[in-house]
């Protein structure tokens, strides 16, 4: 069974601050993405990684894609009020039997950014 | 342009009783894609549709659980009997054909949260 570790699960930072998120697995997927979840509402995909090693960034986020596939990085440089919410790692199995959207999701972190 | 939306936001009922949630995804989207999230742990993978067809039902849990799509437009995910354990928030999301010129991105609705009492 795959499975999605992230780390922290929760994490409570001044506004300025920096932050790192992990999501690992000992197993190799053929991409990861990071979603975003507000209270209420579903995941809203941020970034989508597929090649090892790759590193994309989103304004003040950056991601990071293990050079074996098999973990990722999100790190949010000065952190602000507005970036408070549940982030979430999610992966594609490179092997045959899942669908396309057949999802592996970690458990999440949960931000909050204090003014 | 509308997103995926679902009915309804919140179901309590009680053990042994039977729910239907429904799902309209963004028009022209084929795929269509039921998970759960139950309390405590990570949101888990369903079943996917591609238009009325189920391309992948590996993850459903057991037989009390059905999920339709006919004529590929809106979806219903039934459990009947419910029991305790089905209590959890159930997402439905879509997505364009990769063919159709789409990314393969998955847009979620807010989903339906079931309680069995």
């Known amino acids: 069974t795959q499975l999605l570790e992230q780390s922290p699960q929760f994490l409570s930072i001044q506004e300025g601050e920096n932050l790192t998120v992990y999501c690992n697995s000992s197993?190799?997927?053929?991409?990861l993405q990071w979603y975003r979840q507000e209270p209420g509402e579903g995941p809203v995909l941020l970034v989508t990684v597929v090649t090892g090693g790759e590193v994309k960034k989103l304004k003040r986020l950056t991601f990071q894609f293990g050079d074996a596939r098999k973990d990722s990085s999100l790190h949010i440089t000065a952190a602000q009020p507005g970036d408070t919410g549940l982030y979430l790692c999610?992966?594609?199995?490179?092997f045959g039997g899942g669908s396309q959207g057949n999802l592996i999701f970690g458990k999440g972190t949960k931000l909050s950014v204090k003014p | 342009e509308a997103g995926v939306t679902q009915f309804p936001s919140h179901s309590v009922i009680e053990k042994g009783q039977t729910v239907t949630l429904r799902c309209d995804p963004i028009?022209?989207?084929?795929?269509l894609y039921w998970y759960r999230r139950v309390m405590g742990k990570e949101i888990k993978f369903l079943l996917h549709?591609?238009?009325?067809?189920?391309?992948?039902e590996s993850g459903m849990p057991n037989n009390r659980f059905l999920a339709e799509r006919t004529g590929g437009t809106y979806s219903t995910l039934k459990v009947q009997p419910a029991e305790l354990e089905d209590s959890g928030v159930y997402f439905c999301a879509s997505s364009q054909d990769l063919r159709d010129r789409g990314t393969g991105e998955l847009f979620f609705g807010e989903g339906s949260r079931l309680t069995v009492l």
């Open positions: 197993s190799v997927f053929s991409s």
């Open positions: 028009s022209g989207h084929d795929n």
């Open positions: 999610a992966g594609a199995s490179p």
């Open positions: 549709f591609v238009k009325e067809s189920k391309q992948d």
